[in-house]
């Protein structure tokens, strides 16, 4: 047998060994489902099929039947495996940090010195806003900054052409000047998607000529895939949306009288990073391929290992609540950019979404969390040191093919469409549906938000209605639950107390603490809290409290409870005249002469069906 992508041999028994990996599977759904093991098909393993949000099917077991051809090693055309080759020293990617919302130049000065000598290596200025730096205050701000050393990126908004003169000028005259690399920043193509801000288009073209005259490496453009990852992106959409944008960009500045050559150096890329591990890892990879095949197009093939790929934490994955798990979710962001090759990641503060940052938390503490997350994975864990960690992996190397189709695809469609800017509708009908379908599966719980959708904690401190302000253009995963948790603070402030539904217990403690433990995680997740007073048997004065304890009633046992007593305690709690509902499916009170006004199980919309609960508790 022979593999259909490589053309190497299978092991002799590569085929029977599959099968017996199939065996395994089909006993263990058997023993799970409790049905004899001869009723199970052999390819019942491929209900852990899952399908990502470029309809990609990944595979719960990838073999050397899904071996691709050797890619060319690290350093070569079509950089897959990273732009720097073996025989450049391994350093890991640039650890970024963001400064200008100090508020004054000289703050921001003792700030930038303070983390390039704990760590931070690459600077971006943050100018907008207005208590944010000006472009005048650059000169005091990068005091002693040595930008051969720390490349410094600029985010001024409208106020890009101000700012990078005043960039340019810093550069003149440093050492090493001819080694210097310094970005503008102008985003014009993008920022429209998430209403950031950005010059024009052809004051992008103006800087893209001075960039291009500066002895130094300046590049003037933003590609900026995080625009469409804030709206929803999936990761195919969000590369070949940047490629759409970067081409068209390309266009301008050649049909500006820039050669092939120069416009391409004019430009540089941003994905977000999500805490979708192996998405993210081929992400990175796919997009140099891509970047590269452009490249080869335009006749200037060894130009695309030079284009920055930077990233950062994706904005859409924070939450406001319980933000500390934020660290997670950008540590594996940050491992997931820096294994696929990202010149360099921000990692931003995990309470990031959080207006302000979080109450009577040290923004220094704050800074520092997020500088040590990249130094953890390039020092400690050693990263920095190794190229291309995932390389040879089936499932990596398959993915990076699959992503990389996908994107390639939605290119050469809006490509078919006129090009970026003619086909702005359907990018954002694409990046609607596609927000669509994940805030839909968040919803159902089918993607778990840890502290959001799963594991809430209703003990923290509420935060102030200023502090969760939504931050502006982003569709943040959390947003929908959080209003929930909203909307549970503000009658926890009124009412003294979170609106709250009553549980009925049947059966002893091994019967029903499945179900009382799952609905207490499942409407803490909307902000309600239960009251749980243990096993209840009807008729017994213990019944009678557990039901007058709210206005929603949700009954919880096993299976075998609700056949033996769950009739029984429903009839009683009719009595009460409140909304009963049923922890388990439909089947458990089937055939019955009463049924539950509602069910409540896996198979529900969560978010619908709390904020429904919400409102009758009258919240």
């Not at 590269?292 to 197009?297: L, N, P, W, Y």
């Not at 190794?386 to 490509?415: C, H, N, R, S």
Request: charged content about 30%; hydrophobic content about 40%; proline content about 4%.
């Amino acid at each position: 047998m022979t593999d259909a992508h490589n053309g190497t041999p299978l092991p002799a028994d590569f085929e029977e060994t599959q099968q017996e990996w199939c065996k395994a599977a089909a006993k263990v759904f058997a023993r799970v489902h409790k049905k004899d093991v001869a009723d199970v098909p052999l390819d019942i393993w491929k209900r852990l099929i899952r399908t990502t949000y470029d309809d990609i099917k990944i595979k719960p077991l990838f073999t050397r039947a899904d071996e691709l051809a050797e890619a060319p090693e690290p350093g070569k055309f079509p950089y897959l495996r990273g732009a720097k080759g073996p025989s450049e020293k391994a350093e890991g990617w640039g650890i970024t940090e963001r400064f200008g919302a100090e508020g004054d130049a000289k703050t921001t000065n003792e700030k930038v010195l303070h983390a390039l000598n704990y760590g931070t290596n690459s600077i971006v200025v943050d100018l907008r806003g207005d208590d944010h730096i000006a472009p005048a205050d650059l000169k005091q701000a990068l005091d002693k900054v040595l930008f051969a050393y720390a490349p410094v990126r600029l985010e001024a908004g409208k106020d890009a052409v101000e700012a990078a003169k005043v960039l340019l000028e810093l550069a003149s005259g440093q050492e090493k000047e001819e080694e210097i690399h310094i970005e503008f920043g102008a985003s014009p193509l993008t920022a429209s998607y998430d209403d950031s801000e950005s010059v024009s288009i052809d004051d992008a073209v103006e800087l893209a000529k001075l960039g291009n005259e500066a002895k130094a490496d300046a590049r003037a453009i933003l590609v900026d895939g995080v625009s469409f990852s804030n709206q929803g992106a999936s990761d195919g959409e969000e590369i070949g949306f940047v490629l759409a944008a970067a081409v068209e960009y390309l266009r301008k500045l050649v049909d500006a009288g820039l050669s092939a050559e120069d416009a391409f150096n004019q430009l540089s890329f941003r994905f977000a990073a999500t805490d979708e591990q192996f998405n993210e890892i081929t992400k990175f990879r796919a997009a140099r391929i891509l970047w590269a095949r452009v490249a080869e197009v335009l006749g200037v093939p060894e130009l695309a290992a030079h284009t920055p790929q930077h990233a950062i934490t994706a904005p859409v994955m924070f939450t406001q609540r319980d933000p500390w798990v934020n660290m997670l979710r950008s540590t594996v962001a940050a491992f997931s950019a820096g294994v696929g090759g990202s010149t360099d990641m921000e990692v931003l503060p995990f309470d990031f979404a959080i207006k302000g940052g979080l109450p009577n938390t040290s923004r220094d503490f704050v800074h520092r969390i997020a500088r040590n997350t990249n130094l953890l994975l390039i020092e400690e864990s050693h990263l920095g040191y190794v190229i291309d960690p995932a390389g040879g992996a089936y499932y990596a190397e398959k993915l990076t093919q699959e992503v990389a189709e996908t994107a390639w695809k939605l290119f050469t469609e809006v490509e078919s469409k006129g090009g970026f800017t003619a086909a702005a509708d359907f990018i954002r009908e694409t990046l609607d549906a596609t927000s669509k379908a994940r805030y839909e599966d968040i919803s159902r719980r089918k993607k778990s938000v840890t502290a959001i959708n799963e594991f809430p904690n209703l003990a923290e401190k509420p935060l102030s209605k200023e502090s969760r302000t939504e931050p502006k253009g982003v569709r943040r995963w959390a947003a929908e639950f959080e209003a929930m948790r909203n909307r549970s603070d503000d009658y926890l402030e009124e009412h003294g107390v979170r609106p709250t539904v009553g549980l009925i217990p049947l059966g002893p403690l091994a019967k029903h603490n499945i179900r009382t433990g799952w609905i207490t995680n499942l409407v803490g997740t909307g902000g309600i809290a239960v009251n749980n007073p243990g096993q209840v048997v009807p008729g017994e004065d213990g019944f009678k409290e557990a039901a007058d304890a709210a206005d929603i009633l949700i009954i919880c046992g096993n299976d075998k409870e609700y056949e033996a007593s769950g009739l029984e305690a429903l009839k009683a709690l009719r009595e009460t005249g409140k909304t009963i509902l049923l922890a388990g499916s439909e089947k458990s009170f089937e055939g019955k002469e009463d049924a539950p006004d509602g069910y409540l199980n896996v198979k529900i919309n969560a978010g619908e069906t709390l904020s429904d609960m919400l409102t009758k508790l009258g919240a």
